[in-house]
């Protein structure tokens, strides 16, 4: 068995110590100067211009007209009952999530789909906004056969 003993200055010892917290500070400054909100929403949900909203489409595949058809904003009820509640499911399968929102008022914006398969007139892509971000989006395609969907491009 070795020993191995060492005679270290205490202004070492100091220094070493100094340096171990100012790490640490700055370690702990700069993880938590973090705001949750724009560390969890992805980059691409920004919505706070026109041009972010139809670029977020875009990159889901969508071609719509640069201009919405409809700007609106609409508040949230406390609780979510019909339809609310049937809506909220379609947004949870794409990853969003209405009863954050509860009482909280949105934006809308309706954008015409020009591309959807088989649909070449009578559908509309809705975001609705929070804040700058999106928060739940869905198509509608009207006439006939109507119906509401994510935002995902179809197959």
């Not at 020993?3 to 200055?9: D, G, L």
Request: glycine letters at 6%; proline letters at 6%; hydrophobic letters at 40%.
């Amino acid at each position: 068995m070795f020993i191995v003993t060492a005679k270290v200055p205490k202004r070492r010892n100091m220094l070493l110590v100094a340096i171990a917290v100012l790490l640490l500070l700055v370690a702990v400054l700069l993880l938590g100067n973090r705001n949750p909100k724009t560390v969890d929403a992805e980059p691409s949900l920004a919505a706070e211009t026109n041009e972010q909203r139809v670029a977020y489409l875009q990159s889901l595949g969508w071609e719509v007209d640069e201009e919405p058809v409809e700007a609106l904003q609409l508040k949230l009820p406390g609780e979510l009952a019909e339809p609310y509640r049937s809506y909220n499911e379609i947004q949870l399968k794409q990853g969003f999530d209405l009863t954050p929102y509860l009482g909280e008022t949105l934006e809308r914006y309706t954008y015409c789909v020009t591309n959807y398969p088989d649909h070449p007139k009578g559908c509309q892509a809705d975001l609705y906004i929070h804040d700058g971000v999106i928060v739940a989006g869905d198509i509608v395609c009207t006439g006939a056969n109507g119906f509401i969907d994510v935002l995902e491009f179809p197959d």
